[in-house]
């Protein structure tokens, strides 16, 4: 049995489909089916459903997969410690952020992370709060900074930054005039919110009806400049941190503080529990605690 057919069982897994697991893989489609195949004949069972319309695994292959990952996992982590034991910081870091995060904070960690450990890779992955989530917890990705809280029981969480929410408007609108909004008074306004796989949908949804009233949201976005491009034309409202006004440059936006009690952007870094950290991922966690950005 050899670890690459093994690999490429679990990237056609992951990818339920042997078409986007070639993508990603860089092999060719009867490549990853003879893997397959060949992991089959040597282990005596099936592992894919061939009958169905589209790909899953039989029982059989569901074992596989999990045991094929914690196999491959554990390779990774004796090369990480022979590594270590050599003294070498090399590797790389997968590591996972929202884009509004990765716009704010990314290119000051890269800047800073890479002055100290020039040989450590670190990979940007950008996707909503609850996607880094999973993405950790199942060791996809070895850190995120992500919106607070999550589930302690599964991750170790570092506290990051906390920032204030505001609302963007056009500087046109009645309410910009104010020196302060409660959200009450948002009730007939149309909201201009992240896609719902960003917890900063569900956060403000939720906000709004502890104000007593259910959102209008007429737009759905998950890039933060196109939502303050929407803002800038007049097609609604938003409620964002405050720092990213300082990152946008619309003369039509401005920003009203709200009223108490504060809204507050809570974010930690986090890991999963069990998952050996690596050298490099070790560096870089004492990094972003020691060096608040």
């Not at 056609?12 to 489609?29: D, G, I, P, R, W």
């Not at 906390?162 to 959200?183: C, G, N």
């Not at 201009?192 to 007593?212: E, Q, R």
Request: proline share 5%; aromatic share 8%; net charge negative.
């Amino acid at each position: 049995m050899e670890f690459r057919d093994i690999q490429s069982f679990i990237d056609v897994a992951n990818h339920n489909s042997f078409t986007k697991a070639a993508e990603y893989s860089y092999l060719s489609q009867p490549s990853l089916s003879k893997a397959v195949k060949k992991l089959e004949a040597e282990l005596h069972v099936e592992l894919i459903e061939r009958s169905t319309r589209h790909l899953r695994l039989t029982d059989a292959g569901q074992i596989v997969y999990q045991q094929g990952k914690k196999l491959i996992e554990t390779l990774e982590e004796m090369k990480m410690l022979l590594d270590e034991l050599s003294n070498l910081a090399t590797g790389e870091i997968k590591m996972g952020v929202p884009p509004l995060i990765g716009t704010l904070f990314f290119p000051s960690i890269a800047r800073m992370f890479h002055q100290n450990y020039p040989n450590v890779k670190l990979e940007l992955i950008e996707l909503g709060a609850k996607v880094i989530e999973q993405l950790v917890e199942e060791g996809e990705i070895d850190i995120g900074i992500v919106v607070l809280p999550v589930d302690e029981s599964v991750f170790h969480i570092h506290p990051f930054i906390t920032e204030e929410f505001v609302l963007f408007i056009h500087r046109d609108h009645p309410i910009a005039q104010k020196q302060t909004v409660s959200v009450h008074e948002l009730k007939d306004e149309p909201f201009i919110l992240f896609s719902k796989n960003f917890k900063l949908h569900d956060y403000i949804i939720n906000t709004c009806k502890n104000a007593g009233f259910t959102p209008i949201v007429s737009y759905e976005s998950s890039q933060w400049d196109l939502i303050l491009e929407l803002v800038s034309s007049k097609l609604g409202i938003t409620l964002m941190p405050k720092m990213i006004f300082h990152k946008q440059n619309s003369p039509n936006i401005t920003i009203v503080p709200l009223k108490d009690p504060p809204l507050l952007w809570r974010l930690g870094i986090i890991t999963r529990k069990g998952r050996y950290h690596s050298f490099a991922l070790k560096k870089l966690l004492e990094m972003l605690k020691e060096n608040p950005l």
